[in-house]
T-cell receptor
């Protein structure tokens, strides 16, 4: 059973479109992180959300942590080909423990 | 550049063999984590070391072992390799707060 479920698994969109990807769990997390991974590279940390209901913006990317701290979403406005990659959410299972990862959403933005 | 260095980048070996993967963490980071990434399972946590001591074990097979040395670099040893061990192996480091983990570029292991 996957602790963090990400959806959709695959997403292919045209440049300029908006999109939202989701990360859901039945467990409460003290924090959740979002990473982007490009082929042949390791995951790169985008953001950490800590407080329930928190919204963080990183240029065209908006991250939200659910009020109950069981879910998170990533919204991309006016997607660009450079946004293409595997988006992973992760969180500590409990306390200060190693991160568990979702399987990711593979995004392809077509010019 | 995350500051985490992994070698080698690619490794091809035969079934039954043993390999060692190496990781140098970011300067000042005491924690090293090893992850295995396959297409169907995603990123799976293997093991965590903090300042030379094992702190947590995940889905690590008995054929696999790791250690962290006094200079804080870490090695992951994989033995009696099977075809199913083919995957990307990542090392990540942090200063000890799990909310900030920085990943290396990974080692792609192919067992033939």
């Amino acid at each position: 059973t996957q602790l963090l479920e990400q959806s959709p698994q695959f997403l292919s969109i045209q440049e300029g479109e908006n999109l939202t990807v989701y990360c859901n769990s039945s467990s409460v997390f003290s924090s959740l992180q979002w990473y982007r991974q490009e082929p042949g590279e390791g995951p790169v940390l985008l953001v950490t959300v800590v407080t329930g209901g928190e919204v963080k913006k990183l240029k065209r990317l908006t991250f939200q942590f659910g009020d109950a701290r069981k879910d998170s979403s990533l919204h991309i406005t006016a997607a660009q080909p450079g946004d293409t990659g595997l988006y992973l959410c992760a969180g500590p299972r409990s306390g200060n423990t190693p991160l568990v990862f979702g399987k990711g959403t593979r995004l392809s933005v077509i010019a | 550049d995350s500051g985490v260095t992994q070698t080698p980048k690619h490794l091809i070996t035969a079934t039954g063999q043993r390999v060692t993967l190496r990781c140098s963490p970011r300067s000042g980071d005491l924690s090293v984590y090893w992850y295995q990434q396959s297409l169907d399972q995603g990123l799976q946590f293997l093991i965590h070391y903090y300042n030379g001591e094992e702190r947590a074990k995940g889905n690590i097979l008995e054929r696999f072992s790791a250690q962290q040395f006094p200079d804080l670099h870490s090695e992951l040893n994989l033995s009696s390799l099977e075809l199913g061990d083919s995957a990307l192996y990542f090392c990540a480091s942090s200063d000890g707060t799990v909310t900030e983990a920085f990943f290396g570029q990974g080692t792609r292991l192919t067992v033939v």
